[in-house]
């Protein structure tokens, strides 16, 4: 299943009348996707995703349908975008190079059109981050993303969205990017810890302490999130601070990979997220390949193999156990 990121940098305008540059949009695109490309923190399929800079209104639409419309099932999708937005006449619009204030609906992208194609595409994990002004007005456009005849059903998707500023607030920014972006990425990226025992953190989560954050910093500008339908686990990046020692004083933790024997940590925790994504996805080639570097590891170091041969029984087990729940 496919990680896609879909990055947007939008800092150069042609209507600079209405929509003046922007500077520090260009570093927070840059260090996002930096971020969530790296596989120790996102590991979003570089492949397939896309990141773009200062794109047309056209450019955005054809990106999305590359990536989007794709055969594998996508398993996260995460749109980030910085630059300018608007709230207008009860909808929200992200303002592209080509946008002009004066036909804001023809020539803006309406984030309701992002919620159709999620509900045309149906990934399993939807992450919407928008670092611009008036970021609050998406709550307008809410009523296009829920729909009952998507949501409440068997595999419909999770959808987590955060905005950087209320809807009659400015986004500020400095020399080092925007101010909601900055403070994200800190918990994105490990530089600010939220917890040890949480393999994965989920955007919702981190988007409080954001808010926080820079509520404590002053009043001006604050961040909302939302969260709609959010079942499972979401792999919307990996806790950089996590011990899984930590997690094994918690339930979230199977008990059949406390074992004593030596795994790599790597291992164990390759074998934890296809434990957690096996009701999703089905045994994988993945789960067999980390099985199997895991039992030439312990061969390698004269693991006995009755120790071994237990591992792997208490292994099938513990993911025959997790199937039928």
């Not at 709550?139 to 009952?148: E, S």
């Not at 990046?237 to 899984?244: A, T």
């Not at 390698?300 to 292994?315: C, E, N, R, W, Y």
């Amino acid at each position: 299943m496919a990680r896609i990121f879909l990055g947007i940098a939008s800092s150069e305008y042609d209507d600079i009348e209405n929509l003046p540059n922007l500077s520090g949009v260009t570093i927070d695109g840059r260090n996002v996707s930096e971020a969530l490309f790296d596989q120790s923190i996102g590991d979003y399929d570089k492949d397939i995703s896309k990141v773009l800079s200062s794109p047309t209104l056209l450019e955005l639409n054809n990106a999305i349908e590359e990536i989007l419309f794709i055969d594998d099932k996508i398993e996260c999708f995460t749109l980030y975008f910085a630059g300018h937005g608007i709230s207008v006449n009860g909808a929200y619009y992200l303002c592209l190079k080509d946008t002009n204030c004066d036909r804001i609906s023809a020539t803006a992208l309406a984030l309701s059109h992002i919620f159709n194609v999620i509900n045309d595409v149906r990934p399993i994990q939807t992450n919407i981050i928008i670092d611009a002004c008036e970021a609050g007005g998406l709550v307008d456009d809410l009523g296009t993303l829920i729909k009952q005849e998507v949501f409440g059903y068997k595999n419909s998707p999770s959808v987590s969205l955060f905005g950087s500023s209320l809807k009659d607030q400015d986004a500020r920014e400095d020399n080092n990017g925007g101010f909601a972006t900055q403070a994200l990425l800190k918990y994105i990226k490990g530089e600010q810890s939220i917890d040890t025992w949480r393999p994965y953190l989920d955007l919702v989560y981190i988007g409080r302490f954001v808010s926080e954050d820079l509520m404590d910093l002053d009043d001006s500008q604050t961040p909302v999130v939302w969260g709609f339908n959010l079942t499972g686990i979401s792999t919307f990046v990996k806790n950089r601070n996590f011990k899984l020692e930590a997690s094994m004083t918690t339930s979230y933790m199977p008990s059949f990979i406390n074992t004593d024997i030596e795994l790599l940590q790597n291992e164990k925790e390759k074998i934890w997220y296809e434990y957690l994504k096996i009701t999703e996805k089905g045994s994988s080639p993945d789960l067999v390949h980390t099985l199997v570097r895991s039992v030439n590891d312990l061969k390698a170091k004269d693991m006995d193999p009755i120790k071994i041969a237990s591992f792997l029984v208490g292994t099938a087990d513990g993911f025959a156990l997790r199937v039928s729940m």
